[in-house]
Nanobody, 127 residues
Framework: QVQLVESGGGLVQAGGSLRLSCAASGRTFSDYTVSWFRQAPGKEREFVSG????????DYDETVKGRFTISRDNDKKVVYLQMGSLEPEDTAVYYC????????????????????WGQGTQVTVSS
């Protein structure tokens, strides 16, 4: 089992950029699909983006396509979420989540598929 720790959140103006990092500990990181979810105040947690073990399969929610890019470095055990053209609607706590239910070969955009979660990092976009 891996543990996940997010970093990189902060306050940014609309139109700006941030890069979130999800650092993993544990020996089996490459067995995991890793995804980012976010939760805004008063709203349910929602899928943002995910990446398979190899980095070759990615998925994005329609609201972030073309603005966010997910990537991973298995040697460093880190998954990144590069966020650009940020909007106030992107304000939320961003969570990194891992799933080894499918040996990391598919990205499932459902909370229930993920068995490891980080503590979250706050992203605030001001208008």
């Amino acid at each position: 089992q891996v543990q996940l720790v997010e970093s990189g959140g902060g306050l940014v103006q609309a139109g700006g950029s941030l890069r979130l990092s999800c650092a993993a500990s544990g020996r089996t990181f490459s067995d995991y699909t890793v995804s980012w979810f976010r939760q805004a105040p008063g709203k349910e947690r929602e899928f943002v983006s995910g990446i398979d073990w190899s980095g070759r399969k990615t998925d994005y929610d329609e609201t972030v396509k073309g603005r966010f890019t997910i990537s991973r470095d298995n040697d460093k055990k880190v998954v990144y979420l590069q966020m650009g053209s940020l909007e106030p609607e992107d304000t939320a706590v961003y969570y990194c989540a891992g799933s080894n239910r499918h040996n990391g070969i598919v990205v499932i955009p459902l909370l229930s598929d993920y068995n490891v979660w980080g503590q979250g990092t706050q992203v605030t976009v001001s208008s």
